[in-house]
């Protein structure tokens, strides 16, 4: 059994097979959890998983490409939703009364990403300060509702471990690097704050193989990131059932039986997520 702790098949890329993409991972004893990046998507990310008992769970968040700022615009992800706008203000009460579902298991995605940026140095710091901003309402809906949180980071890791050391002084969040893509000394620093990391099929692309080794295997899940991020040797979109590539690859890495970092890594996301 594995199961990818960060799916999307809530997004527009599965609008016309997603029972049979979810049946094709049940049926290989996969199990999953869809990510929201804003409110459409983790209100179908809910819908999705209260059709099933168990085995396919939810998590809700705004993720901060999403940011209703008027500073910077960036273009619409067509995988992911088919909407008028990407852009949103962050409402506490409506992601609150999504996450009392029983299917939610986690406030995710949420965090910072400086990919797409303002070229200004002032706009900068707006754009940095409003995600900040957004990103500690949600911590704080997190901490109300005693969900772990799956962290987003992208270029912006020196900022997510300063913002994380000063909550961590009044409040030890749980949760996950979704996606890590850092250095081994911000890693280091995430897990000495109890976080695991997250791998997906960004490790066929980057090096991150002495990250890997180093990291314990008791602090890493596996996710997929789908329908991004396709690991080889699959080529099309990427989808749940992908994650034993992942599975694969880190036993090779650690230089372990794939049995054993099939069942450490499912037992992680079982503790972390309470599933």
């Known amino acids: ?162 913002t994380l050391n000063f909550q961590f002084s009044s409040f030890k969040f749980r949760g996950a690097i979704h996606c890590f893509t850092g250095n081994w000394q911000q890693a280091e620093r995430y897990l000495e704050m109890g976080l695991y990391l997250g791998f997906n099929g960004i490790i066929f692309k980057l090096d991150l193989d002495e990250i890997i080794k180093k990291t314990p295997l008791e602090k890493i899940l596996i996710e997929t990131d789908c329908p991004y991020l396709t690991p080889p040797p699959m080529i099309d979109r990427n989808e749940p059932l992908y994650v034993k590539y992942i599975a694969e690859k880190v036993a090779k890495i650690k230089n372990l039986n794939y049995e054993k970092v099939s069942n450490i890594t499912t037992e992680n996301a079982r503790k972390l997520f309470n599933i």
């Not at 983790?42 to 008992?53: D, G, N, P, R, W």
């Not at 957004?134 to 772990?148: C, M, N, T």
């Open 1 to 162: 059994m594995l199961i990818d702790t960060h799916a999307h098949l809530n997004f527009n890329a599965y609008k016309d097979d997603l029972d049979e993409v979810i049946k094709r991972s049940l049926d290989n004893k996969v199990w999953m959890i869809n990510v929201g990046s804003q409110y459409e998507t983790s209100k179908k990310a809910v819908k999705i998983a209260e059709q099933y008992e168990k085995e396919v769970y939810a998590a809700v968040g705004l993720h901060p490409i999403h940011l209703s700022d008027g500073i910077f615009k960036t273009k619409i992800d067509q995988e992911e939703i088919e909407f008028q706008t990407r852009e949103e203000d962050f409402d506490y009460q409506k992601y609150k009364e999504l996450a009392r579902s029983k299917k939610v298991v986690a406030i995710g995605e949420i965090g910072f990403d400086y990919w797409y940026k303002p070229k200004t140095k002032k706009k900068l710091e707006e754009f940095k300060q409003k995600q900040k901003e957004v990103f500690l309402q949600q911590l704080e809906l997190a901490r109300e509702l005693g969900l772990p949180v799956i962290f987003h980071c992208r270029m912006a890791h020196d900022d997510l471990l300063e």
